[in-house]
């Protein structure tokens, strides 16, 4: 039930995302601000934060979304209209509610990769300078991360202790 939920949970985020590859429609000759657009569409809201681009770079990551928009596979809302449906009906079938979390997280597992590739050609076009930055950056946030799950696994185990 547990991997049936992750499946779930990160077909919500996946809908997020290709949602969001598919709001930049920034016009042309509208310059979003320092790459907000850009970074949503991604789905790194922060991944570039502290790194100074030129327009150049700005320019080369802008065509890569805009191919990456048609290259990555969608959302199919058929596939989540059905585990919306197996989740509710009357009579829980779980051989059913597992094939279908499998097929909706090989959807995701495409789209992931193809994300991951465009974000590794952004990264590719960075100086060595920005690329160290970029990493000063991610590290910090993963320690943060770390620290957050720390205090919610803390949170959890004291509600858990008080209620024994």
Same mark, same amino acid.
């Not at 279908?100 to 495409?110: G, N, P």
């Not at 205090?151 to 185990?157: D, I, P, Y």
């Given at each position: 039930?547990?991997?049936?939920?992750?499946?779930?949970?990160?077909? !919500?985020? @996946?809908?997020?995302?290709?949602?969001?590859?598919?709001?930049?429609?920034?016009?042309?000759?509208?310059?979003?601000?320092?790459?907000?657009?850009?970074?949503?569409?991604?789905?790194?809201?922060?991944?570039?934060?502290?790194?100074?681009?030129?327009?150049?770079?700005?320019?080369?990551?802008?065509?890569?979304?805009?191919?990456?928009?048609?290259?990555?596979?969608?959302?199919?809302?058929?596939?989540?209209?059905?585990?919306?449906?197996?989740?509710?009906?009357?009579?829980?079938? #779980?051989?059913?509610?597992?094939?279908?979390?499998?097929?909706? @997280?090989? #959807?995701?597992?495409?789209?992931?990769? #193809?994300?991951?590739?465009?974000?590794?050609?952004?990264?590719?076009?960075?100086?060595?300078?920005?690329?160290?930055?970029?990493?000063?950056?991610?590290?910090?946030?993963?320690?943060? &991360?770390?620290?957050? !799950?720390?205090?919610?696994?803390?949170?959890?185990?004291?509600?858990?202790? &008080?209620? #024994?």
């Amino acid at each position: 039930m547990v991997k049936v939920t992750a499946v779930v949970m990160a077909s !919500i985020l @996946a809908l997020g995302s290709t949602a969001a590859f598919a709001a930049d429609t920034t016009p042309e000759t509208v310059q979003p601000p320092a790459n907000d657009a850009l970074l949503r569409a991604l789905g790194q809201n922060h991944m570039f934060d502290g790194v100074r681009l030129t327009e150049q770079q700005r320019q080369q990551m802008r065509d890569l979304m805009r191919q990456a928009r048609y290259d990555l596979p969608g959302v199919n809302v058929d596939e989540v209209e059905t585990m919306h449906k197996l989740v509710t009906a009357d009579k829980f079938d #779980e051989a059913a509610v597992q094939a279908q979390a499998e097929k909706m @997280a090989q #959807e995701q597992v495409k789209r992931q990769v #193809e994300m991951a590739r465009v974000r590794n050609q952004m990264y590719n076009l960075l100086t060595p300078e920005q690329k160290s930055v970029l990493d000063q950056k991610h590290q910090q946030r993963v320690q943060l &991360m770390k620290q957050q !799950i720390s205090g919610l696994q803390q949170t959890s185990a004291q509600k858990l202790s &008080m209620t #024994e």
